[in-house]
Nanobody
Framework: QVQLVESGGGLVQAGGSLRLSCAAS????????MGWFRQAPGKEREFVAV????????YYSDSVKGRFTISRDKSKNTLYLQMNSLKPEDTAVYYC?????????????????WGQGTQVTVSS
């Protein structure tokens, strides 16, 4: 059974940093693309960042570009999201997602596996 478990969320002041982790079990995602999405209260889930199966390609939403960095440790089957210069509008539940494809997809429909999410709250 595939499981994606996020951790690292919490409450932080604006301008602060957090590092999210997503530990995968049940299958290896070392060759497949993985991504982060988020859902703010009353809004639809949206794309945040993705890393390709090779790890050489990354994409970010315009709202986080330059502040967030996605990375992965294939030996640990773990995905990360380093979030710097956090803003109140970054407040959301952040979800890790994995797909059985190598391309860096940005659409939720391309992902087969999802974590339960971790809450990030940024106070002003």
């Amino acid at each position: 059974q595939v499981q994606l478990v996020e951790s690292g969320g919490g409450l932080v002041q604006a301008g602060g940093s957090l590092r999210l982790s997503c530990a995968a079990s049940g299958r290896t995602f070392s060759s497949y693309a993985m991504g982060w999405f988020r859902q703010a209260p009353g809004k639809e889930r949206e794309f945040v960042a993705v890393i390709s199966g090779s790890g050489y390609t990354t994409y970010y939403s315009d709202s986080v570009k330059g502040r967030f960095t996605i990375s992965r440790d294939k030996s640990k089957n773990t995905l990360y999201l380093q979030m710097n210069s956090l803003k109140p509008e970054d407040t959301a539940v952040y979800y890790c997602a994995g797909r059985t494809g190598i391309g860096a997809a940005t659409s939720m429909s391309e992902y087969n596996y999802w974590g339960q999410g971790t809450q990030v709250t940024v106070s002003s």
